[in-house]
Every structure is written in structure tokens, then in C-alpha cells.
């Protein structure tokens, strides 16, 4: 079974980038529908992006469109998240997940209440 270790939250400012990445333990990581989840207290986990098995199909939230880019090395066991223009609403902790039986990365958008790994999250803060 795919195991999921995020890295690379940490505190910037507003402007900055950050790049966070998910590395997957196991033999079956191309498998795997990636995506990236964020969440603040007491709220829902929300979608940021997804990517597809081969890395061809990305979707991003609209809130995050043209800042943040998503991709995957295969060869790697990685998927990356690239955050550029960061603002104060950006603030909250990230997640990987991965998921064999969404069909697609479309799907996986709304499916956070069902996908099937989840890393442990990496909090990112960004000041105003």
C-alpha cells in the first residue's frame, strides 16, 4: 500500500512561492490519481488540484488558477505542487491524496470525503 510524506509548508509572505511535495512509498505510484487538498479549521477540505496517472491532465481550483501548478515524477514516487503568488487566503494545511479507483483526476475533485490516502498535511502560512 502507497504511503503519503508531504514536505515543504512553512511561513512566507505575500508574494512569495513555495513548493511543496508528496513522496510515496510503494511500487504502484503511477496507479494513482494524485491531488492536492487544503483545509483551515473548522472547515471542509477543499480542492486545489488534481493530476492524472501519466501527468497529461491537470485541474486547479479557480482560486488558484495561474499561481499554482501541480506535477509528478513518476520515476520519483513524487507530485509537487509549485505555489507562486501567494496570498494571506492561501493560508492552510495542504494535503496529498492519492486514489486508485477515481477514474480520472475531473473526478477527483469532488471527491475528497472518498479518496483513499491522505498524507499527514504540511501547514503553509502566508502574512499579509
Known amino acids: 500500500q502507497v504511503q503519503l510524506v508531504e514536505s515543504g509548508g512553512g511561513l512566507v509572505q505575500a508574494g512569495d512561492s513555495l513548493r511543496l511535495s508528496c513522496a510515496a512509498s510503494g511500487r504502484t505510484f503511477s496507479s494513482y490519481v494524485m491531488g492536492w487538498f487544503r483545509q483551515l479549521p473548522g472547515k471542509e477540505r477543499e480542492f486545489v488540484a488534481t493530476?492524472?496517472?501519466?501527468?497529461?491532465?491537470?485541474y486547479y481550483a479557480d482560486s488558484v488558477k495561474g499561481r499554482f501548478t501541480i506535477s509528478r515524477d513518476n520515476a520519483k514516487n513524487t507530485v509537487y505542487l509549485q505555489m507562486n503568488s501567494l496570498k494571506p487566503e492561501d493560508t492552510a494545511v495542504y494535503y496529498c491524496a492519492a486514489d486508485q479507483t477515481t477514474p480520472s483526476a475531473l473526478v477527483m475533485r469532488g471527491r475528497a470525503r472518498y479518496l483513499e490516502l491522505w498524507g499527514q498535511g504540511t501547514l503553509v502560512t502566508v502574512s499579509s
Open positions: 493530476i492524472s496517472r501519466g501527468g497529461s491532465n491537470t
